[in-house]
């Protein structure tokens, strides 16, 4: 057995908030914050304040993904600085706003834990995206949740790139976790898919009402998928894509892609292969989103996290 | 033994091949791309080779959607196609896609006239898991059911369907119907904004086994007629919705998800509400369902479309003689002038 790892105190988490439409076309999560703002019964637990909240009004009343620009990239320094006035877009007006309600980032005055709520045209199924590989508090919960989901999976994806890393809405909190359920084309609303991320969101909440009333949840370890790159389409001099995700890897999310192995395929049929040294393991293949930004899926590498023991402080 | 009528049709000359009249559905955009380069690349000499049996026009119908990868601007190109939204004046607040359905009108049309494409082929993606539908306002154009026999044979591992919608000529309001012959080509499930290979490829292969079917057809090849599926479109059901939002209330159940074309029998689950309830299928007939779950729809009302399947006769057929097609012209032109 190796050497006694001390119990980390975390404060309690009071205060939590659920965020659905972040972006507006990822319905699961509209759908679930409509629902529990009209009746919370569900979301409902001792000693937690929680409260569901639209980000992003705007784009879900147009059913699109951001109306200005994307509200997940808007939490920026500069942004939340910027002196509020009419030339600002929209998302970052409203990612001030919501600084303010849930935050300031960074104050102890900021919401304990937000739960973003996304869904992605990949073939993810349930995955809990981390910003932090030190938050002992969410490597907790998450392992909470994977147990609790069991034999059903719930992958972890984590996000701590330098470079990669970007401003998410639920960055507001102290301890932020993503919800990403998928696959789900944009706009539509699938039963299972919906299903999912409320049972989700139900061992979350029942995690944290346990942490509050006290008890201690032992050392464990998280299997996790750590960001390592951004791999775009091939594309032609103008920016045109030239290829599709290869037909091998498409809806292939979390499997190793070993060197040689198909990675896309042109319009005219040829097959363009992976010319990386190592196994990479793909994920977010083929997000409908991911378009505009240059990615044709995101390279992971698997790591094995070690969460301390926690109890309420 | 008796022999059975050939129905001699006219010589398909002219064809228009078209993508992105909604611009997110991406297998037809970068389909007709390819095809655009494709068809720059290949040599004057080849082209005339082809014996200019048939001219290929390749189209994308709207650019500006196309740009911003959403299905419209303004309102839905593919409802712009009635008589009566293409004879309108065209005003400072006419919408985008109304004009450019005027300017694709003159393009591949005038619909209804002596000059409109001989046959229009639509490109279009859907999230529902409809396989490859041709949908059309006709269940006796035979050239549009032979085409569909043909790609049911040579495309023997995606299920391969023909939709027919009971609209008059003067109601059809979709881009094929600008055509003498026309359908649109549906391919799914795909998201929209999203070009999935398989799909992509399904849809190349279509369009490929379509044009090499007019290309026979006019070099004189017989085909033998017989019998086929006919899907006619009944009515559509809407989600459930609130009264006071209008948001809805249910998702499509997940024993309806995906399951479009196998029967739904009165009775069947339809919708399940978000606290768990399950409601039912109340028609009295059972019918087809398909465009379950389509994302565009949602706006339109509709969560899915209900069909009857009935088993049509369709005719041999072959190309017109040169001799037939010119007294076939001089009817058609006095028909035009009455």
């Not at chain 1, 190592?278 to 094995?304: C, D, H, L, S, W």
């Amino acid at each position: 057995m190796s050497s006694f790892s001390s119990c980390q105190s975390v404060r309690e988490a009071r205060r939590v908030a659920i965020f659905g439409g972040t972006h507006g076309n990822e319905l699961s999560g509209v759908t679930l914050v409509h629902l529990w703002m009209k009746n919370g019964t569900e979301i409902q637990r001792r000693g937690v304040e929680t409260r569901p909240f639209i980000t992003n009004p705007r784009a879900v009343e147009k059913c699109s993904r951001y109306v200005d620009t994307d509200l997940n990239r808007a939490f920026t320094p500069e942004n939340l600085s910027a002196p509020a006035d009419g030339q600002l877009p929209y998302e970052v007006l409203r990612a001030q706003e919501i600084n303010r309600m849930f935050g300031p980032k960074g104050s102890p005055d900021a919401y304990d834990v937000i739960f973003d709520l996304h869904n992605t045209t990949s073939n993810m199924g349930c995955t809990l995206i981390l910003e932090s590989s030190k938050d002992h508090f969410n490597l907790q919960m998450i392992n909470y949740i994977q147990k609790a989901l069991a034999p059903a999976s719930c992958l972890v994806l984590l996000n701590e790139h330098p470079l990669l890393k970007y401003s998410t809405a639920r960055s507001v909190a102290k301890h932020p976790v993503g919800l990403e359920v998928g696959p789900q084309p944009q706009g539509v609303l699938r039963s299972n898919i919906f299903e999912s991320m409320r049972e989700i969101l139900k061992h979350a909440l029942d995690f944290i009402e346990l942490f509050n009333e006290g008890v201690e949840f032992p050392p464990c370890s998280v299997p996790v998928f750590r960001v390592s790159e951004r791999v775009d389409y091939p594309r032609d001099a103008n920016g045109n894509i030239m290829a599709m995700v290869h037909p091998n890897l498409q809806d292939c999310d979390w499997e190793p892609l070993n060197p040689g192995d198909p990675m896309f395929q042109t319009f005219d049929g040829k097959t363009i292969r992976y010319q990386g040294s190592g196994t990479i393991y793909p994920t977010f293949i083929n997000e409908a989103a991911y378009y505009e930004k240059q990615q044709a899926f995101v390279a992971t590498r698997r790591e094995t996290l070690s969460a301390n023991a926690v109890r309420k402080a | 033994m008796e022999v059975e009528e050939v129905e001699r049709l006219p010589r398909l000359s002219r064809v228009a091949v078209c993508g992105g009249t909604h611009g997110n559905e991406l297998s037809g955009v970068y389909l007709v791309r390819e095809l655009l380069k494709v068809k720059k690349k290949k040599k004057k000499e080849e082209e005339d080779e082809d014996g200019g049996a048939m001219s290929v026009l390749l189209v994308l119908s709207n650019p500006r959607a196309m740009q911003q990868c959403l299905r419209y601007i303004d309102t839905d190109l593919n409802r712009c196609f009635t008589h009566a939204c293409l004879i309108g004046p065209t005003l400072d607040k006419t919408p985008y896609e109304m004009r450019r359905a005027r300017e694709l009108n003159a393009m591949l049309g005038p619909k209804g006239s002596a000059g409109a494409m001989d046959l229009i082929c639509d490109l279009h993606n859907t999230t529902a898991n409809m396989g490859l539908s041709l949908i059309t306002y006709s269940d006796h154009d035979w050239i549009c059911m032979h085409i569909f026999r043909h790609l049911q044979r040579q495309i023997p591992d995606t299920p391969v369907r023909y939709i027919h919608y009971d609209v008059t000529s003067k109601e059809s309001y979709s881009l094929d119907s600008v055509g003498k012959h026309g359908f649109a080509m549906e391919v799914g499930p795909q998201p929209h904004g999203v070009v999935r290979s398989n799909i992509y490829t399904t849809m190349k292969s279509g369009v490929q086994y379509m044009l090499d079917w007019v290309h026979f057809f006019n070099s004189g090849v017989i085909f033998d007629g017989g019998f086929m599926d006919v899907f006619t479109v009944v009515k559509h059901i809407d989600y459930p919705r609130d009264g006071e939002t209008h948001n809805i209330t249910a998702a499509i159940h997940p024993q309806l998800q995906d399951r479009d074309f196998c029967l739904l029998r009165p009775g069947d689950p339809l919708f399940q509400t978000f606290s768990g309830e399950t409601l039912r299928y109340t028609g009295s007939e059972p019918l087809y369902p398909f465009f379950i779950n389509e994302s565009a729809y949602y706006e339109k009302g509709i969560a899915l479309c209900l069909a009857r399947k009935r088993r049509v006769k369709i005719p041999s057929v072959r190309v017109q003689t040169e001799e037939e097609e010119r007294q076939n012209e001089q009817r058609y032109t006095s028909e035009e002038e009455e």
